[in-house]
């Protein structure tokens, strides 16, 4: 019998505990043993709760208990996250999480602690919430030599925009009504401002690539500027306004950038709605491969998490080996990526053309006065905001996916 513990019985925490007892005989004859909890640390109280037998406020209860080999760390953010993990893999204890702040910020320390003592640091559940976007990277895509990846990784944001695009709201009342229920935080800046979908991708991209890419480094725009108006000309275009996670490589380097952008319905992620995520993953001979599912919530998240114990429990003693580098990767600036924009503005066509050049796909709606909104034609996106700086009259602008990106 593997024993295991549990610390911090929240939403995913408590999906664990109930994951592992309502599956428990299948994954006993998959594993070929059975995996119990012995301990769940919390400090609050769960009176009449099944954890509650095996419920402990003590910390040093895991860390020092030899039956113990793995531990589900599922507190969230990096205290005490960062120093339980650390303690845990240096006493010789694999540890799995869904906690991405700690992945993004230590998780080349963890990765390298756990080498050291032969033990592992898994973290699938940290990026797509239930889709096993991890394993495709570490195993099934392991020939490829990965072009790119992008998706929606952020389920708040996407519910947000879809209502925006299918009920005509405003950006505060889609917010709110995620809020109340249950999609956003209390305070969702983590979601709204990017920052959530840029840790995500921060990790994909470092086992996709096989050098590290810390997500500080990584150009994160949000959708708080997105606004009724914008997805009315997506919509008129047949396109949808998504906020897209996307690292590639090009013949000058590799880029990575986190912002809303308008593609075409010709893209796969357009049909994205709710609080779904997906990733398309391209390799250099599979080509374009897309994993679509529930991006966060109890059981989904609590499925990831339990796949990775399994992992550690069938490889005791053994450090799992993937490609996951201490070295950083250097990345191409974003002004150097080229690609057509989407400019919405005041004036007609002649002066959007001494403006921003040749466009395309000139667009006027009723209701808004004299605006329009076009495509340039493919320009770096140095060029396209020295334009931009010089043009009169623009209310906002998106980049716009290309059509081979589309039709991939």
């Known amino acids: 019998m593997a024993q295991i513990a549990i610390m911090g019985y929240g939403t995913v925490g408590a999906g664990v505990f109930k994951t592992l007892a309502m599956n428990s005989e299948a994954i006993a004859r998959r594993v070929g043993e059975e995996i119990c909890v012995k301990s769940v640390l919390d400090l609050r109280e769960f009176p009449g709760d099944p ?3 095996v419920l402990t406020h003590d910390f040093q209860d895991i860390l020092t208990d030899p039956e113990i080999s793995v531990v589900v760390e599922t507190m969230g953010g990096l205290k005490p996250s960062y120093s339980f993990t650390k303690q845990l893999l240096m006493a010789g204890k694999s540890v799995c999480t869904s906690n991405k702040e700690l992945v993004a910020e230590h998780g080349v320390e963890l990765r390298q602690i756990a080498r050291d003592n032969s033990v592992n640091y898994l973290f699938e559940a940290s990026c797509g919430g239930g889709i096993p976007i991890i394993r495709v990277l570490n195993n099934s895509l392991t020939a490829e030599e990965i072009e790119e990846v992008t998706g929606i990784l952020n389920g708040t944001t996407n519910y947000i925009l879809t209502s925006m695009a299918d009920e005509g709201k405003d950006f505060a009342v889609a917010l709110k009504e995620a809020q109340e229920k249950g999609y956003a935080e209390l305070h969702p800046e983590a979601d709204v401002e990017g920052w959530d979908a840029c840790r995500k991708i921060a990790i994909l991209s470092s086992l996709a690539y096989g050098r590290h890419i810390g997500w500080q480094s990584v150009p994160t725009e949000g959708i708080t500027g997105v606004d009724k108006a914008d997805i009315a000309y997506a919509k008129a275009m047949n396109c949808r306004i998504k906020l897209l996670a996307t690292s590639r490589r090009e013949k000058e380097g590799t880029w990575i950038l986190v912002a809303p952008m308008m593609i075409g319905r010709e893209n796969p992620l357009t049909a994205v709605d709710g609080v779904m995520n997906a990733v398309m993953v391209k390799g250099n001979a599979v080509g374009t491969t897309m994993y679509y599912g529930s991006g966060a919530g109890s059981l989904p998240t609590a499925s990831a998490v339990c796949g990775d114990v399994i992992d550690c429990v069938k490889h005791r003693g053994i450090t799992i080996r993937t490609e996951y580098s201490t070295e950083t990767m250097q990345l191409l600036p974003v002004d150097e990526v080229s690609r057509p924009f989407f400019v919405r503005m005041r004036g007609d066509e002649q002066a959007a053309r001494a403006a ?20 340039t034609d493919t320009m770096s ?6 334009l931009l700086s010089k043009a009169e009259g623009v209310i906002s602008w998106y980049r716009r ?6 039709e991939a």
């Open 401 to 406: 996916g290309k059509k081979e990106e589309e």
């Open 381 to 386: 996106e140095k060029t396209f905001k020295e």
């Open 51 to 53: 954890a509650e037998s």
């Open 356 to 375: 921003f050049g040749s466009i395309s796909h000139v667009t006027r709606l009723e209701g808004y006065g004299d605006e329009l909104g076009f495509l």
